[in-house]
């Protein structure tokens, strides 16, 4: 068998998959240890043939494989591992790029920081704002505040108490306080908290919890007179903003220091993709631009590496870059708008029933409800374990809820169905 021979294999495995990942159970049936069991303790001496290894893919690796590329996968936030991302991935792999300095890799640099701007565009953010690609929001976040930092050191991570969890995460990284601010009646922050001692506020659009918007304007109007850093966490809600009539999750945020949205999330990129903008690069740059003399500037070019903290960095660019070719503008309009569509029939289904609740306001894809009698964990956990949907629950003001969060681009509005005759049943 020639290479040749196994990209072959590799690619009508992949096709396959992708026509048929909608008739296998959408999560994983499998305990902890049942895959490990299956796998050999210790490497293999001699090499092996890739139709082993593919076919220990179909039999040891995929029943443990939780299927994200499902159209009934509806928990946490629904992705897609799209066909122009799956096709740039195998390319990535290839060319082998690290386009940590602009001499590593000129073209990786410069189509990253031509898609970032392309995507900045698309959502209507300002002009003129750095951006370029992190593995994930979190380490997104981790970067914007080590820059927030530089601005002023040693003070407090303002966020609600609905921010991903990510946030204090980073906020312990670069080694400040964290503290959470009250929420209101629709899960948005409150804003009435004392600044003085902050170093940065943290806003979302689109909690993980509720997909609610936080008033990012007014956060925005208190940390400039403050001098505070402000960082926007968009990860998820970012890509509503494609769409013109949705642009108002992004109000305020054109005053922002930093903001962060995940391709990865609801646009279409298989993981890992996350980009972070700043429209103060230049105290990213003193956060984390160290010059070894083996990797010395190039005049005139940019050298990603200084604004974030890895050094070695995977050409994201390139799936990103054929994600917006691919769907076109028009074509990623298209389908978060028939998402957003989708959830709002599903929330109108359970408006009509009453035995069921919608819990919070759905601006997106994504919508909170629950039976009223049963136990919403349970139900969750029951429905998913049906093979045919997986739906996560969540607490919201110490009640137990069910989120369907609709974000791969094959879920149809008879998925969606399927998943409320699914829930009702179960219930
Ligand atoms: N921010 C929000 C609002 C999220 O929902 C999540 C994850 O779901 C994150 C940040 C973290 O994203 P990542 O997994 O890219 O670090």
Known sequence: MTFRDDLELASAWVASYVSRVGDLPVQARVQPGDVRAKLPAAPPE??????????????????????????????????????????????VAALNVNAMTWLASPAGTELEVTVVDWLRQLLGLPDGWHGHIEDTASTATIAALAAARVQRPGGVVYASREANFSVEKAARLVGLEYRKVDIDDAYRMRTDFPLADATAVVATVGTTGTTSVDPVAELARRCEEAGVWLHVDAAYAGSAAVCPELQWCLDGCERADSLVMNPHKWLFTPMDCSVLWTRKPELLHEAFALVPEYLAATQDAVD????????????????????LRWYGAEGLRELIREHVRLAQLFASWVDA?????????????????????ADNHALAAAASATGEVFVASTTLRGVAAIRLAIGNSRTTEDDVRRAWEVLRACA
Not at 66 to 81: K, Q
Not at 304 to 323: E, H, M, N, Y
Request: proline share 9%; with cysteine; glycine share 6%.
């Open 46 to 91: 001699h090499g092996e043939p890739f139709e082993a290894m593919l076919r220990d893919l179909d039999e040891v690796i995929l029943p443990g494989i939780t299927h994200w590329n499902h159209p009934r996968f509806f928990a946490w936030f629904a992705n897609t591992g799209s066909e122009p991302g799956i096709l740039a991935e195998l390319l």
């Open 304 to 323: 990603l590496k200084d604004f974030g903290p890895a050094l070695g960095r995977r050409f994201r660019a390139l799936k990103l870059w054929f994600v």
């Open 353 to 373: 029933d009453p035995d069921w609740e919608v819990v919070a306001p759905h601006p997106f894809s994504t919508v909170c409800f629950r039976h009223k009698a």
